[in-house]
């Protein structure tokens, strides 16, 4: 299994900005497929954005695009989860999590089960 280990969370006001980062243990041409999910309390988890490590290939949830951006840096085994313009109803856990299929379109809409590992998360807060 995957290990992962999520950081950059933290609290900004609507509007701002944060940078969220994850380690995997696994070199990534085990991996085919990265990605980043929320969640709050009470509610399913929701894809938010993918990388196709073997292409870097990228896929968003509609709710994201244009705001958030997610790349990868294959030497050191990281992800990032560029987010921009961020509202409260963003506020949620954030998970980074890893798949051996590859990503498709589908993948952010309800392809959490493809990913086998997943991280502790970081709390992301955004203020109104």
């Known amino acids: 299994q995957v290990q992962l280990v999520e950081s950059g969370g933290g609290s900004v006001q609507a509007g701002g900005s944060l940078r969220l980062s994850c380690e995997h243990s696994?070199?990534?041409?085990?991996?085919?497929?990265l990605g980043w999910w929320r969640q709050t309390p009470g509610k399913e988890r929701e894809g938010v954005a993918a990388i196709w490590t073997g292409g870097g290939r990228t896929y968003y949830h509609d709710s994201v695009k244009g705001r958030f951006t997610i790349s990868q840096d294959n030497d050191k085994n990281m992800v990032y989860l560029q987010m921009n313009s961020l509202r409260p109803e963003e506020t949620a856990m954030y998970y980074c999590?890893?798949?051996?299929?590859?990503?498709?379109?589908?993948?952010?809409?309800?392809?959490?089960?493809?990913?086998?590992?997943w991280g502790q998360g970081t709390q992301v807060t955004v203020s109104s």
């Open positions: 696994e070199y990534t041409h085990s991996i085919n497929c």
């Open positions: 999590a890893a798949s051996f299929l590859k990503c498709t379109s589908r993948t952010v809409v309800d392809g959490a089960s493809d990913f086998g590992s």
